[in-house]
């Protein structure tokens, strides 16, 4: 049972273009969400959050919108540089616990 | 770097053996959470704890797993006679204490376990 899916398991986008990950999710208890982008063989890293009493956020070329009543957020990056080129995790907290459930990844490609 | 440290970044084990993972926390930090990786898969988690308590181990096997976080030194995840489904990415992350909801977690680097 997947609560938080990221059904692209891959994304392949022109250096300069937009990039747009999609992540959607099951669990209404939800209500902080994050973006962690993972290089191989290194930990995630932190990108972006958004609580769920907003529906943007914004923090130079990323930018997150949530669309709670659709239960779906996305991950904007624009302009896409040839080193966003990772793994990105979309992850969920519910305000009850503190862990994160992650779903499986989008490997995004930036082409030169 | 002050970042969450995590040793051995490579561990062999044979069946059977005895696996021990390390996690330092970022300094400041009291809350760390083991988190495991299948191939191809995403971060699951596992347990969270606070110095020298558990305060959530609903995502770690019954038997054969434990985990600890002393009040002095790092926290450990051990895996007892490791049988190779065990083989994955180990994740430790780390937030501050006094962290509302919505906290960031940080991670470290990962152990990635490989059992013969």
């Known amino acids: 049972d997947q609560q938080v899916k990221q059904n692209s398991p891959s994304l392949s986008v022109q250096e300069g273009r937009i990039s747009i990950l999609n992540c959607d999710y099951t669990?209404?208890?939800?209500?902080?969400f994050l973006w962690y982008k993972k290089y191989p063989a290194e930990g995630p890293t932190f990108l972006i959050s958004?609580?769920?009493?907003?529906d943007k956020n914004e923090d130079g070329r990323f930018t997150v919108f949530l669309n709670k009543s659709a239960k779906h957020l996305s991950l904007h990056i624009v302009p896409s540089q040839p080193g966003d080129s990772a793994v990105y995790f979309c992850?969920?907290?519910?305000?009850?616990?503190?862990?994160?459930?992650f779903g499986s990844g989008t490997q995004l490609t930036v082409l030169p | 770097n002050a970042g969450v440290m995590q040793n051995p970044r490579h561990l062999v084990r044979r069946r059977g053996q005895e696996a021990r993972l390390r996690c330092s926390p970022v300094?400041?930090?009291?809350?760390v959470y083991w988190y495991r990786q299948l191939p191809e898969e995403g971060l699951k988690f596992m347990v969270y704890?606070?110095?020298?308590?558990?305060?959530?181990e609903s995502g770690m096997p019954k038997e054969r797993f434990s985990a600890e976080f002393p009040k002095e030194g790092p926290s450990i995840l051990r895996i007892q006679q490791v049988v190779r489904g065990d083989s994955a990415a180990y994740f430790c992350?780390?937030?501050?204490?006094?962290?509302?909801?919505?906290?960031?977690?940080?991670f470290g680097p990962g152990t990635r376990l490989l059992v013969l």
């Open positions: 992350a780390s937030s501050p204490l006094l962290a509302g909801r919505g906290e960031t977690q940080y």
């Open positions: 669990n209404s208890m939800f209500d902080y």
């Open positions: 958004i609580s769920s009493i907003k």
């Open positions: 992850a969920a907290q519910p305000g009850s616990a503190r862990q994160l459930t």
């Open positions: 300094k400041g930090h009291s809350h």
């Open positions: 704890l606070q110095k020298e308590n558990i305060i959530d």
